[in-house]
């Protein structure tokens, strides 16, 4: 079954892709079929719809009822292991 992913930064360019990539690139690894939408943090709400887990490169103080993971790892090189272990644990429920 797809999951669907969100990963959501301030301005969903720069930081977004780089965290989006590493998602999917993680995904294909382990054989998790994705699909991954790329937005900004204000659209988080109206995209909710079928959403397995958001993954931010910003702080968000929000419940949305769904997991949420900090994608800063994947921007800083900090603790990148740490988030994908969680990445993989939420989508492999």
Same mark, same amino acid.
């Given at each position: 079954?797809?999951?669907?992913?969100?990963?959501?930064?301030?301005?969903?360019?720069?930081?977004?892709? %780089?965290?989006? #990539? *590493? @998602?999917?690139?993680?995904?294909?690894?382990?054989? =998790?079929?994705?699909?991954?939408?790329?937005?900004?943090?204000?659209?988080?709400?109206?995209?909710?719809?079928?959403?397995?887990?958001? %993954?931010?490169? #910003? *702080? @968000?103080?929000?419940?949305?009822?769904?997991?949420? =993971?900090?994608?800063?790892?994947?921007?800083?090189?900090?603790?990148?292991?740490?988030?994908?272990?969680?990445?993989?644990?939420?989508?492999?429920?």
């Amino acid at each position: 079954m797809k999951k669907k992913v969100i990963v959501a930064c301030g301005g969903a360019v720069a930081t977004s892709t %780089v965290a989006a #990539s *590493k @998602v999917a690139e993680l995904c294909k690894k382990n054989g =998790i079929d994705v699909e991954i939408n790329q937005i900004r943090i204000s659209e988080i709400e109206s995209n909710l719809t079928g959403v397995s887990l958001i %993954v931010t490169t #910003s *702080k @968000v103080k929000r419940d949305y009822g769904v997991p949420i =993971i900090t994608g800063m790892p994947f921007i800083s090189g900090v603790g990148v292991e740490a988030t994908e272990k969680a990445i993989l644990d939420v989508l492999n429920i």
